[in-house]
């Protein structure tokens, strides 16, 4: 079994009651052996003080027992092959024939995957790499291809070429359940709908997309907080949550809507909505669910309320209301983070709150307050807000704890 899904399923096992500490280092022992005892018994089952001991013990908390380095140097030399090999490519463009540029195309992406296929069960990192080299190539291949075929305009097929890339990638990292590959996804995700967009009212747009992707990585079962892919999952949370807090920052720093709403806009809005009510309804008695879901609420609530607010009222008044929304909205991502019992979401809500007092300074305030007055209270503002921050994601670590 990969060490890092065993270290992940074991830890959410132990944070449910399912299983006490002993017994998930035992199984870490057993797991991570090269062969059980022949007697069937857990090598090395105790120590002297009766507690479970493991001669991996040492290594399993580091950076090197969990093979991060390996994992590290797997997904970096995926990312470079790929930038390597496309920025060969374009210096040589020209004097390549067009059936090698399209072998190439072809080629590289297929041969990166088959090579993760082939791997993912014996070195499932450098697996890792392969299919993150594939993941990020494929969208070269995709613009290439079209710039090579003359019935295509390329300028007008471009979101529906991210479109594709974004699908790709979304199958590789469901399929390997790839944290890197489905971050990835994500932002192409987010690139297709702005490519898309017939307005330049971007605000809402990522806002209602950033809960929509919150909602996609909550699990689908009911209450129950496992997840058949948990780190693509995480992942979706976590990049959602953090599109919704910083989708109303430029609210806040500027008080006004910053464009039009179209109707593809009113669309996502609207799958947000319906998806954050189905996931209510999902959680069902679950408290720690019902936790949860509330970030998927209070997002497009969120960023509907920011960018309408800031259309009515002046633009201090609107930078208020914005600040307010999303202030509420990072308190909605703590009450997440503690019903998931996850870390990441605390992270994204104290970058939210900074960013959030950040606009409001270089906005609103600075507007109001000039000189070197404005410099003082600014970074007198912002102390006392990273100290709150801080010692909040610290409580809030605490208590999923």
């Not at 590290?72 to 067009?98: H, K, N, Q, T, Y």
């Not at 003359?150 to 007008?156: E, I, K, N, S, T």
């Amino acid at each position: 079994m990969d060490p890092d899904a065993l270290h992940e399923a074991l830890d959410r096992w132990t944070d449910a009651g399912v299983m006490n500490e002993s017994t998930a280092a035992r199984i870490r022992e057993f797991e991570l052996t090269d062969a059980a005892p022949e007697d069937g018994s857990v090598a090395g089952a105790t120590a002297e003080d009766g507690s479970a001991a493991s001669p991996t013990d040492d290594d399993e908390d580091g950076l090197l027992g969990e093979n991060r380095v390996v994992v590290a140097l797997a997904l970096m030399g995926g990312a470079l092959v790929a930038v390597g090999v496309a920025a060969f490519l374009i210096e040589r463009w020209d004097s390549i024939p067009v059936a090698v540029r399209v072998a190439l195309l072809v080629g590289v992406p297929v041969a990166a995957a088959g090579g993760g296929a082939r791997l993912e069960g014996t070195s499932p990192r450098t697996a890792h790499g392969l299919w993150l080299l594939a993941a990020l190539f494929v969208g070269v291949s995709l613009f290439q291809l079209a710039e090579l075929t003359a019935a295509v305009d390329r300028d007008a097929a471009e979101p529906w070429l991210v479109a594709a890339w974004t699908t790709v990638a979304f199958t590789i990292a469901a399929w390997i359940d790839s944290r890197p590959v489905g971050g990835v996804a994500t932002v192409l995700g987010a690139a297709t709908l702005v490519t898309a967009a017939t307005s330049d009212g971007i605000v809402p747009l990522l806002g209602f997309y950033g809960a929509a992707v919150y909602v996609a990585g909550l699990p689908a079962g009911g209450g129950s907080m496992d997840s058949a892919i948990p780190r693509l999952a995480g992942t979706l949370r976590w990049v959602g949550g953090a599109f919704a807090v910083l989708a109303p920052v430029p609210v806040v720093a500027s008080g006004s809507q910053l464009g039009s709403v179209s109707t593809g806009t009113i669309l996502v809005g609207a799958v947000a909505a319906v998806a954050a009510v189905v996931a209510v309804r999902r959680a069902g008695g679950d408290t720690d669910a019902r936790y949860a879901a509330v970030p998927a609420g209070a997002a497009p609530v969120a960023a509907a309320v920011a960018w309408t607010a800031a259309g009515d009222v002046g633009e201090f008044v609107g930078a208020l209301v914005a600040l307010g929304c999303l202030l509420g909205l990072v308190l909605a991502l703590v009450v997440g983070a503690i019903g998931l019992r996850e870390a990441a979401l605390a992270n994204v809500a104290a970058l939210g709150f900074v960013f959030g007092v950040l606009a409001f300074l270089v906005g609103p305030v600075a507007d109001a307050v000039s000189g070197s007055l404005a410099l003082v209270a600014a970074g007198t503002v912002l102390l006392v807000a990273g100290l709150g921050a801080e010692r909040g994601r610290r409580a809030v670590l605490a208590r999923i704890r």
